[in-house]
C-alpha cells in the first residue's frame, strides 16, 4: 500500500554499513552523504530530544537514532507521503518509542517554542526563483526552497531549541555567508563550521554549521572532513563517519 504512494516504487537502501535500513523514492531524492554527516554532527546526550526539521524519508533520523540511543527524535516533514515512509522506516528498523513522526510545516510549528534541546536540518539548497525547478514532486521540495525561505528555516530551529541548546545543519558552501548573516540578524552566537571537501585539493561544497542558542563566544572554523582521497575511495575518517557510526567530533579531534 505504501508503495502506491510513490509511482516510481521504492529502493531498498542502507547506511551506516548496513546498521540503518531505509527505503526511498526511486523516483525522488536519493540520500546521499549530507544526511549521514548532519546526524554525526549533532550534540546531543543521553535523555535528550532531538528535532528533525523536514526529515524526507528519515535518514537523518535514524542515523541519530542508531548512534544515540539514550536520545528520543521527533522528525517533521510537510509532505504526508514522506512522513508515512518515515514511519514505515522506523518500523522497519524498531525505532518505534524511540522516534515520532510528525507530519507539519516549519511555518506552523506543531510544538511549543525551546520544547527540544537540539534541532537538526537539511534545508532545501536552491534558492526560490534563481534555480531551475525539477518537475518531480520529491525532487522539487527537497533540492529548492519553497515559501519557507532559509531565513525561516532557520529561525524556525532557533524557536523550538532551548537556551543553551544547538541548530546543527548541512548545507551548499556557496550560502554559507547566507547562513551566517541570517544567525546574526537573528541576534545569535556560538557559530562554528567544518568544511566538508571532496577530494584533496577541491574547494569545499558542503559546510556543517552550528549554533549554540544564547552563546556569544565568537565564530569558529573549526576542521573539515575529506570524503575521499585521489584514487576516489573514501578516507579513514569519512570511512569512521559515514559506515563506522562514530560522531564528526571525535573523528576531527586532534590527536
Not at 2 to 19: A, C, H, V
Not at 101 to 126: E, K, Q, S, T
Not at 127 to 154: F, Y
Not at 162 to 168: E, K, M, N, V
Amino acid at each position: 500500500m505504501l508503495e502506491s504512494l510513490f509511482p516510481g516504487g521504492l529502493s531498498q537502501d542502507s547506511l551506516l554499513g548496513g546498521t540503518v535500513n531505509l527505503a526511498q523514492p526511486v523516483g525522488g531524492y536519493r540520500v546521499a552523504v549530507d544526511p549521514v554527516l548532519l546526524a554525526a554532527a549533532v550534540r546531543a546526550e543521553p535523555g535528550e530530544r532531538v528535532a528533525d526539521l523536514g526529515c524526507g524519508t528519515g535518514a537523518v533520523s535514524l542515523c541519530l537514532a542508531a548512534r544515540l540511543p539514550e536520545c528520543t527524535v521527533v522528525a517533521l516533514d510537510r509532505e504526508t507521503d514522506l512522513a508515512a515512509l518515515t514511519r514505515a522506516n522506523v518500523a522497519a528498523n524498531a525505532f518505534t518509542g524511540r522516534i515520532a513522526v510528525v507530519a507539519g510545516d516549519i511555518a506552523r510549528l506543531p510544538f511549543a517554542d525551546g520544547a527540544f534541546d537540539h534541532v537538526a536540518m537539511n534545508p532545501p539548497y536552491l534558492t526560490a526563483g534563481r534555480s531551475s525547478v525539477p518537475k518531480e514532486r520529491l525532487r522539487r521540495v527537497a533540492a529548492v526552497e519553497g515559501a519557507a525561505r532559509l531565513t525561516d528555516w532557520l529561525a524556525a530551529g532557533l524557536s523550538l531549541v532551548r537556551l543553551g541548546g544547538t541548530i546543527t545543519l548541512v548545507h551548499r558552501a556557496d550560502r554559507l555567508d547566507h547562513i551566517v548573516a541570517i544567525f546574526r540578524t537573528l541576534q545569535t552566537g556560538g557559530l562554528s563550521v567544518s568544511p566538508v571537501w571532496p577530494k584533496p585539493g577541491r574547494e569545499a561544497r558542503r559546510v556543517i554549521v552550528r549554533c549554540r542558542k544564547g552563546d556569544r563566544s565568537p565564530f569558529a572554523l573549526l576542521a573539515g572532513l575529506t570524503l575521499h582521497d585521489a584514487a576516489g575511495r573514501f578516507t579513514p575518517a569519512a570511512e569512521k563517519v559515514l559506515r563506522g557510526g562514530q560522531d564528526l567530533d571525535t573523528v576531527l579531534a586532534p590527536l
